[in-house]
Structure formats: C-alpha cells, structure tokens
C-alpha cells in the first residue's frame, strides 16, 4: 500500500472586513435592487460583517457591538420584518461568482444539513433522529450546494427540504410563510434545481461532488451524465456495479483487491484529529463515452483493519 498522507497546503483568505472600499461599492450595487432602502442596504452590509468577524456566537447582540449599533433593532428588523427577496440575493451571488472567484477546476459540493429548530410551527420543521442532537429532535432539513475553489469554499444555493407532511398542508405552508403550491420534491430533485440554476447563470463546475444521498439516487447519475458532467458521488457499499463484465457489490470488490493497490490519503481534520482513508480504484464495465471513463472508487478506514468497508 502507498502513503500518501501529505499534510494539507494553506489556503489563502481574506476577510471581508479587509477588501478595499471598491469591493464594497461594488457590492452594495448589485444588492440595491435588493434592499432599495440606503438604511436596509447598509445594514445588510454591515450584516455580513458580524458574520464573518471572529466571534464565537454571532447573535443579534454581537452582531449590534461589532457593527456599532446601540441596539440589536436592526437585525431584528432586517430577519423578521424589512422586505426582501432571499432568491434575488441568490440570483445576485450566482451573477457575482463567476466574475469575482471564478475557477476552472471549482468543484460543486452537495449536502444535507439538519438544522435544530425549537416549536413545530417554522416551516419545514419535522422531528427526525439527527447526529448533532443525539436523539429524535425537531429540525430543519436544508440542501446545499457549494463550489470549492483555490481561494476557498463558497455557498452558491440551498433548498429547505420540507416532508410530505408539510406539502400535503397548503394551509400549514401557508400560515408559516411559505408558498402553498409547494410540492414535494426529494434531496436529489433539489439538489438537480440548483447545479441547474448554477449552469443558467454561466457557473462552470469541473466535477460535482455529493455523498450517497445523491449517489445512491440512479435519475442523478443519468442527469450528471447527459451533459457529460462529470461527478463523483458516493454510493453504499452494498450497491451492486457490473465490474470486469461481473455483478458484484462493492465490499466484494474491496476485499477482493490486493493490499498493494490501495493509497492511502488525508482527507482533512475531523474532530478526533487528522482523518485518512485507503483508497483503490476499479473500471466499471459501462458503455464508453467520448472523453470520460467511468470508474469506482473504493475506500476503506486505516483505524481498524478489521472493520474495513468500501
């Protein structure tokens, strides 16, 4: 097996805090149509300041002393009350991307979130078991799509992710603010919505990325695919492919390939510390097609040898 557990290069960042009064201007100017009110329009800006200012909680009265209002008012004003459109802000970013960060080799990020969220009138809200909470709780599900780039990581799009229960209720849509004719759609269908309006405003994304919720889903891959996008998403290890011209599962396929043809990687800082996988690559026995190969790539944990899996 090859080691390759090559420590992480820095990446370059600037806070916002620091960009030249230029950048600002530029960007109070395409959210003007946005926030048409000078007052809103500052505290919008001043907004993304709290945001990204080095405070461990950025509530509205952190956000209030960073930004040197007397008074959290103006957040609150800005979340629960001012007029604006979040899709207008979102049209405006996918506008800004392309020409402030634009990569040739940015990767688009798909994942899932839940969200804690107290009472069961917010909508979307449901109960559901959830990690960070470690028992049933009631959350919101969000799905989001990101693009990673050499300058770092920016948040394109999300989707709230409400269950049927929610979208079979017009009036329960309703009364929490959202769109009655709202049908459901599942995390993958969401997450094709956004690398679609990604695409329509000129974003162009090397590779797309996504974990087994997206993988496991066979209409994604074909829509990926179409285009010729390529991808790399995760899929569960009891998946059967047809490899070598045999149907197997992918934990077959793993215990099947020789210590010497697995690499071993770094994938970033977990919360235990430093976290690797060994990882192989295998051919799938799929038809060709111009310019691309279609391949799995098989992982398994370094920590337990006994307990590997694909």
């Not at 899709?87 to 899932?112: K, S």
């Not at 059967?240 to 210590?259: E, F, G, K, P």
């Not at 043809?261 to 990882?279: I, M, N, V």
């Amino acid at each position: 097996m090859t080691d390759r557990w090559d420590a992480t290069p820095p990446r370059p960042e600037q806070a916002i805090a620091d960009w030249h009064p230029a950048a600002w201007n530029d960007l109070a100017q395409r959210i003007a149509h946005v926030c048409p009110r000078t007052d809103s329009r500052a505290n919008a800006l001043s907004s993304l300041l709290g945001l990204v200012s080095p405070a461990e909680r950025t509530k509205s009265w952190q956000w209030a002393d960073i930004t040197g209002a007397p008074t959290p008012y103006p957040v609150h004003h800005r979340l629960g009350r001012a007029a604006w459109s979040p899709d207008a802000v979102r049209a405006a970013l996918l506008a800004y991307v392309p020409t402030i960060l634009g990569h040739p080799e940015a990767l688009g990020v798909v994942d899932e979130t839940g969200l804690r969220k107290n009472g069961s009138h917010a909508a979307g809200v449901t109960r559901h078991a959830t990690g960070t909470a470690g028992r049933v709780a009631n959350r919101h599900v969000g799905v989001f799509l990101a693009d990673a780039r050499p300058l770092g990581p920016t948040l394109l799009d999300r989707e709230l992710y409400p269950p049927t229960s929610w979208t079979d209720d017009p009036a329960r849509c309703q009364r929490a603010g959202g769109p009655p004719d709202r049908t459901f759609a599942t995390k993958p269908a969401l997450a094709r919505q956004m690398i679609a309006r990604a695409a329509a405003a000129g974003i162009t994304l090397a590779w797309i990325t996504g974990d087994t919720v997206d993988g496991d889903d066979r209409p994604v891959r074909h829509w990926l695919d179409a285009p010729s996008q390529p991808s790399v998403l995760g899929m569960a290890r009891t998946d059967h492919r047809w490899i070598a011209a045999q149907r197997v599962t992918l934990t077959d396929r793993a215990a099947s390939r020789a210590d010497t043809a697995w690499e071993r990687h770094r994938c970033g800082d977990g919360s235990q510390g430093p976290r690797g996988y060994d990882w192989a690559a295998t051919a799938l026995h799929a038809p060709p097609q111009a310019g691309f190969q279609r391949r799995v790539a098989l992982r398994r944990p370094v920590d337990d040898p006994q307990d590997r899996e694909a």
